[in-house]
Protein backbone atom coordinates (compact mmCIF):
# COMPACT_ATOMS: atom_id res chain seq x y z
CA UNK A 1 0.00 0.00 0.00
CA UNK A 2 1.96 3.30 -0.99
CA UNK A 3 2.02 5.82 1.92
CA UNK A 4 -0.40 8.29 1.29
CA UNK A 5 -3.19 5.45 1.11
CA UNK A 6 -2.34 4.09 4.89
CA UNK A 7 -2.57 7.62 5.64
CA UNK A 8 -6.19 7.79 4.45
CA UNK A 9 -7.12 4.20 5.56
CA UNK A 10 -5.76 5.22 9.08
CA UNK A 11 -8.01 8.30 9.21
CA UNK A 12 -10.88 6.83 8.85
CA UNK A 13 -10.45 4.21 10.95
CA UNK A 14 -9.59 6.72 13.74
CA UNK A 15 -12.97 8.75 12.68
CA UNK A 16 -14.89 5.77 13.13
CA UNK A 17 -13.16 4.16 16.15
CA UNK A 18 -13.64 7.97 17.85
CA UNK A 19 -17.63 8.33 16.22
CA UNK A 20 -18.04 4.13 17.51
CA UNK A 21 -16.66 4.98 21.37
CA UNK A 22 -18.23 6.79 24.36
CA UNK A 23 -17.63 10.75 24.28
CA UNK A 24 -19.74 11.35 27.25
CA UNK A 25 -22.27 13.82 24.75
CA UNK A 26 -24.20 11.06 22.94
CA UNK A 27 -27.20 12.24 25.11
CA UNK A 28 -27.05 15.81 24.04
CA UNK A 29 -29.89 16.31 21.03
CA UNK A 30 -28.11 19.89 20.74
CA UNK A 31 -24.89 18.27 19.11
CA UNK A 32 -26.10 17.89 15.52
CA UNK A 33 -26.30 22.00 16.19
CA UNK A 34 -23.23 22.54 17.15
CA UNK A 35 -22.10 20.59 14.37
CA UNK A 36 -23.72 22.35 11.82
CA UNK A 37 -22.71 25.80 13.52
CA UNK A 38 -18.65 24.43 13.40
CA UNK A 39 -19.15 23.52 9.57
CA UNK A 40 -20.26 26.68 8.57
CA UNK A 41 -17.00 28.44 10.92
CA UNK A 42 -14.90 26.06 9.05
CA UNK A 43 -16.13 26.95 5.63
CA UNK A 44 -16.33 30.49 6.19
CA UNK A 45 -12.13 30.63 7.36
CA UNK A 46 -11.40 28.72 4.13
CA UNK A 47 -13.33 31.35 2.45
CA UNK A 48 -15.73 28.96 0.52
CA UNK A 49 -19.43 29.32 0.31
CA UNK A 50 -22.33 27.03 0.70
CA UNK A 51 -22.64 27.37 -2.82
CA UNK A 52 -19.50 26.33 -3.71
CA UNK A 53 -19.22 23.28 -1.51
CA UNK A 54 -22.99 22.33 -3.08
CA UNK A 55 -20.87 22.66 -6.65
CA UNK A 56 -18.10 20.91 -5.55
CA UNK A 57 -20.19 17.77 -3.96
CA UNK A 58 -22.76 17.64 -6.29
CA UNK A 59 -25.09 18.27 -3.72
CA UNK A 60 -28.82 20.04 -4.12
CA UNK A 61 -29.32 23.83 -3.52
CA UNK A 62 -29.55 24.66 0.26
CA UNK A 63 -28.25 21.06 0.98
CA UNK A 64 -25.23 23.18 2.88
CA UNK A 65 -27.57 25.43 4.71
CA UNK A 66 -30.02 22.48 6.04
CA UNK A 67 -26.71 20.71 7.59
CA UNK A 68 -25.63 24.04 8.96
CA UNK A 69 -28.98 24.92 10.39
CA UNK A 70 -29.64 21.59 11.25
CA UNK A 71 -32.98 22.26 9.38
CA UNK A 72 -33.47 18.76 8.43
CA UNK A 73 -32.21 15.21 9.45
CA UNK A 74 -29.05 14.78 6.83
CA UNK A 75 -27.57 11.20 6.18
CA UNK A 76 -23.97 10.66 7.64
CA UNK A 77 -22.45 10.24 4.08
CA UNK A 78 -23.66 13.96 3.67
CA UNK A 79 -21.54 15.05 6.80
CA UNK A 80 -18.67 12.65 5.48
CA UNK A 81 -18.42 14.22 2.34
CA UNK A 82 -18.61 18.01 3.70
CA UNK A 83 -15.82 17.38 6.11
CA UNK A 84 -14.13 15.57 3.19
CA UNK A 85 -14.38 19.34 1.19
CA UNK A 86 -13.64 20.81 4.19
CA UNK A 87 -10.60 18.87 4.74
CA UNK A 88 -11.43 17.67 8.26
CA UNK A 89 -11.74 15.12 10.17
CA UNK A 90 -14.75 14.34 11.81
CA UNK A 91 -12.97 13.82 15.03
CA UNK A 92 -11.77 16.78 15.22
CA UNK A 93 -15.09 18.56 13.68
CA UNK A 94 -16.72 16.60 17.03
CA UNK A 95 -14.51 18.05 19.45
CA UNK A 96 -14.28 21.78 17.90
CA UNK A 97 -17.74 21.75 17.63
CA UNK A 98 -18.12 20.92 21.30
CA UNK A 99 -15.43 23.67 22.65
CA UNK A 100 -17.17 26.22 20.46
CA UNK A 101 -20.90 25.77 20.94
CA UNK A 102 -20.92 28.44 22.82
CA UNK A 103 -19.58 31.16 20.39
CA UNK A 104 -22.66 31.53 18.38
CA UNK A 105 -24.01 34.89 18.23
CA UNK A 106 -27.49 35.19 18.98
CA UNK A 107 -28.23 39.12 18.44
CA UNK A 108 -26.72 41.18 15.53
CA UNK A 109 -26.42 45.19 15.20
CA UNK A 110 -27.77 46.57 12.42
CA UNK A 111 -24.10 47.90 11.09
CA UNK A 112 -22.49 44.31 12.04
CA UNK A 113 -24.95 42.57 9.70
CA UNK A 114 -24.65 45.43 7.13
CA UNK A 115 -20.96 44.66 6.84
CA UNK A 116 -22.06 40.82 7.27
CA UNK A 117 -24.68 40.90 3.64
CA UNK A 118 -21.51 42.76 2.10
CA UNK A 119 -18.90 40.32 2.65
CA UNK A 120 -21.70 37.83 1.75
CA UNK A 121 -22.24 39.42 -1.14
CA UNK A 122 -19.22 39.76 -2.92
CA UNK A 123 -17.82 36.25 -2.03
CA UNK A 124 -21.77 34.88 -3.42
CA UNK A 125 -21.47 37.36 -6.64
CA UNK A 126 -17.66 36.42 -7.52
CA UNK A 127 -19.15 32.74 -8.40
CA UNK A 128 -21.00 35.03 -11.46
CA UNK A 129 -24.31 33.47 -10.50
CA UNK A 130 -27.46 35.11 -9.31
CA UNK A 131 -27.56 36.08 -5.83
CA UNK A 132 -30.71 36.13 -4.04
CA UNK A 133 -31.72 36.99 -0.57
CA UNK A 134 -32.32 33.93 0.81
CA UNK A 135 -28.71 33.12 -0.20
CA UNK A 136 -26.96 35.61 1.53
CA UNK A 137 -29.37 35.19 4.69
CA UNK A 138 -28.35 31.14 4.67
CA UNK A 139 -25.02 32.14 4.30
CA UNK A 140 -25.15 34.68 7.58
CA UNK A 141 -26.74 32.19 9.28
CA UNK A 142 -30.03 34.34 10.08
CA UNK A 143 -33.75 34.01 8.50
CA UNK A 144 -34.89 36.66 6.30
CA UNK A 145 -36.86 38.20 8.37
CA UNK A 146 -34.01 39.17 10.42
CA UNK A 147 -32.26 40.63 7.65
CA UNK A 148 -35.55 42.67 6.75
CA UNK A 149 -36.04 43.40 10.36
CA UNK A 150 -33.30 45.91 10.10
CA UNK A 151 -33.85 49.31 7.72
CA UNK A 152 -30.41 50.06 6.42
CA UNK A 153 -30.22 46.44 6.04
CA UNK A 154 -33.20 45.99 4.31
CA UNK A 155 -32.54 48.94 1.93
CA UNK A 156 -29.40 47.48 0.99
CA UNK A 157 -31.08 44.32 0.33
CA UNK A 158 -32.91 46.34 -2.15
CA UNK A 159 -29.83 47.57 -3.80
CA UNK A 160 -28.28 44.19 -4.29
CA UNK A 161 -31.84 43.07 -5.93
CA UNK A 162 -31.81 46.12 -8.33
CA UNK A 163 -28.39 45.08 -9.37
CA UNK A 164 -28.66 41.76 -9.89
CA UNK A 165 -31.90 42.72 -12.24
CA UNK A 166 -30.16 44.77 -14.29
CA UNK A 167 -26.79 42.63 -14.93
CA UNK A 168 -29.30 39.94 -16.06
CA UNK A 169 -31.13 42.31 -18.36
Keep these: ?3 EHQQITLDVFLDL ?3 LTPQGYE ?3 LVPKYIGQELSRIRKSQHKSQYQIEESLGFWSQSISAIENHGESNPFIRYWNYCGALQVHLRDL ?3 ALAHKWQRRERWTTDELLAEVNR ?3 LLSASNERVTQRMIA ?3 EVTLATLKGHKKVRARLAEITA ?4 VAQ
Design 138 to 140: DEI
Design 94 to 96: FKL
Design 120 to 122: VYQ
Design 1 to 3: MLP
Design 27 to 29: DDP
Design 17 to 19: EYL
Design 163 to 166: EQHS
